[in-house]
């Protein structure tokens, strides 16, 4: 796999990137896989090198709701680093997908056995959980929030 100056690998120390980037091999995925479930096992994950990937929740009696859109350089899954290592939400790959994927018990082993690679690594997958927990609420308001009402009543 080739690193990455941009993205989830981008924001990471040359030296810890290197390291994270020698646990990957790439994979090709076809477009409109299901690449994992809300619910399932999480024991891998992937930094996009191109195409996309949607990430969508389960909406029950309703075809699951695309929550956001991954692209290059973006993580995709980030369950696998926290117990119960089960997926908390859906992904489908948009497109022909290439990825690095990595074994995630591996690279928890590393993060366990390495405490300054483990928290770089922790603190870059907590920065994208919080951004993606933005993004899923504000997807989700959009969907399913009350109608927008005018601020004034009025014209101004």
Known sequence: MTTSQHGFLGGLPPAHRDRLAAFAHDVEIPAGTRIFEEGGSADRFWIIRSGGAALDVHVPGRPPAVVETLGEGDLLGWSWLFE?????????????????????GRVRAACGHDPAFGL?????????????????????????????????????
Request: proline share 5%; aromatic share 6%; glycine share 14%.
């Open 84 to 104: 119960p290592y089960r997926w908390h939400l859906g992904a489908q790959a948009r497109g022909t997908l290439l990825a690095a994927e990595f074994d995630a």
């Open 120 to 156: 770089v690594v922790t603190g870059a997958v907590a920065a994208v959980i919080a951004r993606r927990l933005k993004a899923t609420r504000t997807r989700l308001l959009d969907l399913y929030g009350p109608p927008a009402t005018g601020a004034g009543g009025g014209d101004r």
